[in-house]
């Protein structure tokens, strides 16, 4: 197994306060329980390590699966691995000796069992401190679980911990050592550890130790696995040599499915074909036994762990299991046993699964298409995308198979397109379209979807198709204003409003209100870029008084009119319509689409520049790290905000995922220009202009973004002491405030002309001018509600305050910039403004030890008692956040446990 550690830590810190209490001379019994290759043994190989660290004496013995042939066979494989002194004394107590090799046995006098336990007991009194460990429980011979149970109640106030494994998934309801587990566990000495499956997340973090794995293949072994770290690595080897289930995996699994009745084996194999779950009556059906021999054989299976009860039917206990057991079945017992189940089912998407499975093409096709068309009414278009593909696969292989259906193979293409692009696949959308007629309505789809891929020459070739093509004033009226968004930030712009006003005055005539709600949306993008944002704000509201009867277009409006209210600073107002949309996504199923991916991010921006980081970092941690796509590493860009910010451990790992995904510009721009900042923070000013240029790039001359990032390239170049290259990214900058992208830029929100402002700034103090009036006009610009931008212009205005001589209204922005950033948990600029401090000799800085604000909130719950998983949940931040807090709060008050921690904190006055 491999040798690190994953997901752990409370399990072994629940087992080192067992081995610490019995080195203060309370001893106790730990026992360890879970499924097998759930990873027991790594967490006593932990916990032994920890033991022979603190000076145990450590024995570990193996139980094998022998029945009562073998008594005593975990001790005696103790005391035969044990070091030399333990042997040594061992080899002095006549019962004990015995059991080591080369020593004959004596013969019987009587109370033998009593006089080895006894024997035994002397041996750990002698040799205490001692952690035994009794491995594989479940295989332990009748004499071994006796002297469990003895030692369990007579080892009390020696330096003893005793520590037992066993597999869960073996303790079928008869299993002898049921019983000696439900009395021990009534012991107060005694401590029971479940190892459940790791989660997802813990899973991504133990796959990645194991090798190089792409995302795609992580993803399929973490689902795959189900939680456990060996089947884990066992898919993880197997794939590298190309195998879909391991022998050895396999051969695992099924043995334990090859000691059930032939009747077991028969549902069993039976609840296979049906999946990872079945009702009863369907698989008593299928089975084809009588009552009273079909709940025999199921509880047979329940109670040796193959199936648990889920509501009215069965799941397996794990997806291995049912993927062994199907693989496992003669082609013909498969197809019989499918088409069994497809004659009792009525649900389109089963029995499309059941009628392929068992050969029935014609079948598969007609109840694909309805499963189809109920998960597109259900709201689930991943689903319906999934079912249309599987028609289009099988659309050569069925005889008339326009007829099965009810509609041409063109159109079930086109549907399934749209389906893909609702479920956030907009590269599958646009493959799709390409390869039908390019309709009226296949070439606006496909200029829509181009345009969210920034592909804007293709856009405005295939708008033009659809204006070209239409037949019919709604499809025109569709045509047009796609037509007009197409060409909103082309060289072409100025002929769009008039477009746009086609397109609604057309959608309006004819009743098209999808089309009539795009018309409103884009010409309120035209108002946007002319500086009237009240005509803008006007038109998207209208466009937002009632459904369009597009659920994609519905979400687009929300999005739009959230973000107007977010680039005009009005916080609150943005928030309000951006839950409102992404509540919609997710009733609708649309979350992964374009939409309902921006206004989650938009959401997340509004929380990061109100101050809100905690929840901040709790919306990025669903931006997973682990991407695969091109629509992934965006989502996965835009966590860097807060962990850049807050200097959080996951920025590194979060990099080097996206790093292949460079190719896309939008995907570089977010993270490179957040990988700037990042190695600004870091120290590292040359490497931050490396991302700068790489991220400008990106954007092209004009773009909103290029502020940001130009302001970083000028803080880079401040660092190196060097004025090469000032003027290019001051130029860049005001290029993008006066003309922006289309050589036309209107009036600019707060945030953009704080970032101006900044940039300006930048480039003095690159040039060795620190201007006061300019450094407090910063501070003014971003206070509209921009928390964390506000504190770092206080940093920058209290340098140039303390260099003008005005020391006290320097400490004054200092102590402001310091209180905020201790709120939001920024520790880089916290690092920065204490270093500053220091060198500024300011005073009242120091009384908490160095501790953050955020670090003294942890502290005072680490002092109650709280564990890491608790004071996550106090504080709605990530419990690895906590865990770096702990660590910091640690090294500040130079302790090395929690407890020292909160007294030195008592010490110090830190918990008043």
């Not at 066992?234 to 040599?241: G, T, V």
């Not at 007629?437 to 708008?463: F, K, M, N, W």
């Not at 102590?815 to 060198?839: I, Q, T």
Request: with cysteine.
């Amino acid at each position: 197994m491999n040798g690190l550690l994953v997901g752990r830590g409370a399990e072994l810190a629940r087992l080192v306060r067992v081995l610490e209490s019995a080195a203060s001379g309370a001893a106790g019994v730990a026992l360890v329980g879970g499924d097998a290759g759930i990873g027991k043994t790594r967490l006593v190989t932990e916990l032994v390590g920890a033991a022979r660290e603190r000076g145990f004496h450590v024995l570990v013995g193996q139980c094998a699966e022998l029945g009562d042939a073998l008594p005593y066979l975990p001790l005696a494989d103790a005391l035969r691995g044990a070091e030399p002194a333990v042997r040594e004394a061992a080899a002095a107590h006549p019962m004990l000796g015995q059991l080591l090799p080369g020593v004959e046995s004596a013969p019987s006098a009587g109370l033998t069992q009593q006089r080895l336990f006894g024997s035994l007991l002397g041996l750990l009194a002698e040799m205490q401190p001692v952690l035994f460990v009794i491995e594989d429980m479940h295989w332990a011979d009748r004499s071994t679980r006796d002297l469990l149970v003895f030692l369990s109640r007579m080892v009390q106030a020696e330096q003893v911990c005793m520590v037992g494994t066993y597999r869960t998934d073996d303790l079928h309801r008869r299993h002898p050592l049921r019983s000696v587990l439900a009395e021990l566990k009534r012991l107060p000495a005694v401590t029971a550890v479940e190892l459940g499956p790791l989660d997802l997340g813990e899973m991504s973090d133990y796959v990645a130790t194991l090798g190089d794995v792409d995302a795609q293949e992580l993803g399929m072994i973490v689902t795959r696995a189900g939680g456990n770290p060996f089947y884990a690595e066992e898919l993880f080897a197997a794939m590298a040599e190309g195998d879909s289930l391991p022998d050895g995996l396999a051969s695992l699994l099924m043995s334990r499915v090859e000691v059930l009745s032939e009747a077991g084996q028969r549902v069993l194999r039976a609840a296979a074909v049906a999946g990872r779950r079945v009702e009863d009556e369907l698989l008593r059906e299928v089975s084809g036994l009588p009552l009273a021999e079909f709940e025999d054989a199921v509880r047979e299976i329940v109670s040796r762990g193959l199936l648990r009860v889920d509501g009215y039917g069965y799941a397996f206990r794990h997806a291995l299991l049912q993927e062994a057991v199907y693989t496992d079945l003669l082609p013909g017992e498969r197809t019989r046993l499918h088409a069994d189940f497809a004659r009792l089912l009525t649900s389109p998407a089963e029995l499309a699964h059941h009628y392929l499975a068992g050969h029935d093409l014609a079948g598969a096709l007609r109840a694909s298409v309805e499963a189809g068309r109920l998960a597109e009414r259900l709201g689930a278009p991943a689903e319906a995308h999934s079912h249309y593909d599987q028609v289009l696969s099988l659309w050569e292989r069925v005889d008339d198979a326009a007829a099965q259906v009810g509609e041409s193979r063109a159109r079930l293409a086109f549907r399934s397109a749209v389906m893909a692009a609702d479920s956030g696949d907009n590269h599958r959308a646009v493959t799709q379209l390409r390869a039908l007629p390019q309709t009226s309505e296949v070439s606006e789809r496909l200029a829509y979807y181009l345009i969210e891929l920034d592909d804007q020459d293709g856009a405005i070739a295939a708008a033009e198709r659809a204006v070209e093509a239409s037949d019919d004033q709604a499809a025109l009226a569709r045509a047009l204003a796609t037509y007009a968004r197409s060409i909103a930030w082309s060289p072409r712009h100025r002929e769009g409003e008039q477009l746009g006003r086609r397109a609604l005055d057309t959608a309006r005539a004819v009743g098209a209100r999808d089309a009539e709600v795009g018309a409103l949306l884009i010409l309120a993008t035209y108002k946007e870029i002319q500086g009237d944002t009240g005509a803008a704000h006007d038109l998207v509201d209208t466009a937002m008084a009632e459904g369009s009867g597009d659920l994609a277009m519905d979400l687009r409006a929300r999005f739009h009119h959230a973000r107007i209210h977010y680039e005009q600073g009005l916080l609150t107002q943005a928030a309000e319509v951006a839950d409102e949309g992404i509540q919609m996504a997710f009733e609708t199923g649309l979350k992964w689409s374009t939409y309902g991916t921006d206004l989650r991010f938009l959401r997340f921006l509004i929380h990061y520049v109100a101050g809100e980081w905690n929840q901040a970092e709790a919306v990025a941690a669903g931006f997973g790290a682990r991407v695969g796509t091109i629509h992934e590493a965006t989502l996965s860009s835009f966590a860097l905000f807060i962990e850049v910010a807050r200097g959080l451990p996951a920025v590194e790992n979060r990099l080097s995922w996206l790093r292949p995904f460079w190719s896309d510009e939008l995907a570089l721009y977010m993270s490179r220009g957040l990988a700037a900042e990042h190695a600004l923070w870091q120290g590292d000013p040359a490497g931050a202009l490396d991302h700068v240029h790489a991220a400008l790039t990106a954007l092209g001359p004009g773009g909103a973004g290029t502020l940001r990032v130009a302001a970083t390239g000028l803080w880079a170049l401040a660092e190196l002491g060097t004025t090469e290259g000032a003027d290019d990214l001051a130029e860049r900058a005001r290029f993008a405030v006066t003309s922006g992208p289309v050589g036309q830029r209107g009036q600019m929100g707060p945030e953009g002309q704080a970032w101006a402002l900044r940039v300006e700034a930048e480039w003095y103090r690159v040039h060795g001018r620190l201007d006061v009036e300019l450094c407090r006009k910063v501070v003014e610009a971003f206070d509209f509600g921009f928390v964390y931008e506000t504190a770092r212009a206080r940093w920058r205005l209290a340098e140039a305050l303390l260099a003008s001589g005005d020391r006290a209204a320097a400490q004054s922005e200092w102590n402001l910039a310091r209180e905020a950033a201790g709120k939001l948990g920024a520790a880089p600029l916290e690092k920065v403004l204490a270093e500053f401090g220091r060198r500024a000799r300011f005073t009242g800085g120091h009384g908490d030890r160095g501790l953050t604000a955020r670090e003294l909130e942890v502290l005072h719950l680490v002092a109650e008692g709280l564990t890491n998983r608790e004071i996550a949940d106090r504080l709605f931040i990530a419990q690895k956040t906590v865990s770096v807090h702990v660590s910091n709060i640690l090294g500040k008050l130079d302790v090395s446990t929690r407890t020292q921690a909160a007294a030195a904190a008592r010490q110090h006055g830190l918990l008043t």
